[in-house]
């Protein structure tokens, strides 16, 4: 059974760095053709993709937020970590992690953290 | 605006059929990579309904199914129950954007 889970803090303030972590069980990162991705969901809205690194450490970021974003994987803890530089108000959202089946499908998620970006 | 354009929202009646458009363009789904539907149940994560193109993962019962043809795929549910009342997604792979991407969305009322 796969599981992941997002930790981090729940309020950041504008121009902070968040830093979020995915501890996921029940696949190895290590495995050809796995990998890690992080998606958000603001209030009320669309998901969006943010970024997925693989398992031979390829990493793919969205564009429009490349220069903002850092994806790294620890194999041996079994976690992968976004950190997202310069935090807006407007990057209030909900922070999903998930597995990328062989399939390239994200087929198990993670329940989600919401982050605040206020002062 | 999303890459991959779906229905704001759809609705139809218990038992009867209901369909979610999907579509993209030639650097998306027209040049052959797969499409992925997920559910999200209010106030959950969303959950794979549909993996490359058609193929239901375990547990997904066969009143769902998903299609694609050139640049367009759809999702297709047959016999709406309500607990289908959820907002529906799809995804698949943007090769200028060299990335994920997802439409904005379907929400699904079961009236």
């Known amino acids: 059974q796969i599981t992941l889970k997002e930790s981090g803090p729940t309020l950041v303030k504008p121009t902070q760095t968040l830093t979020l972590t995915c501890t996921f069980s029940g696949f190895s990162l290590s495995t050809s053709g796995v990998g890690v991705g992080w998606i958000r969901q603001p209030p009320g809205k669309a998901l969006e993709w943010l970024a997925l690194?693989?398992?031979?450490?390829?990493?793919r970021y969205s564009p429009s937020l490349k220069s903002r974003l850092t994806i790294t994987k620890d194999t041996s803890k079994n976690q992968v970590v976004l950190t997202m530089t310069n935090m807006d108000p407007v990057d209030t959202a909900t922070y999903y992690c998930?597995?990328?089946?062989?399939?390239?499908?994200?087929?198990?998620w993670g329940q989600g953290t919401l982050v605040t970006v206020s002062s | 605006q999303s890459v991959l354009t779906q229905p704001p929202s759809v609705s139809g009646a218990p038992g009867q059929r209901v369909t979610i458009s999907c579509t993209g363009s030639s650097s998306n789904i027209g040049a052959g990579y797969d499409v992925h539907w997920y559910q999200q149940l209010p106030g959950t994560a969303p959950k794979l309904l549909i993996s490359g193109n058609s193929n239901r993962p375990s547990g997904v019962p066969d009143r769902f199914s998903g299609s694609k043809s050139g640049t367009s795929a759809s999702l297709a549910i047959t016999g709406l129950q309500a607990e289908d009342e959820a907002d529906y997604y799809c995804q698949s792979y943007d090769n200028s954007l060299s990335g994920a991407v997802f439409g904005g969305g379907t929400k699904l009322t079961v009236l």
């Open positions: 690194i693989y398992w031979d450490d390829d990493k």
């Open positions: 998930a597995h990328r089946q062989l399939d390239t499908a994200m087929g198990s």
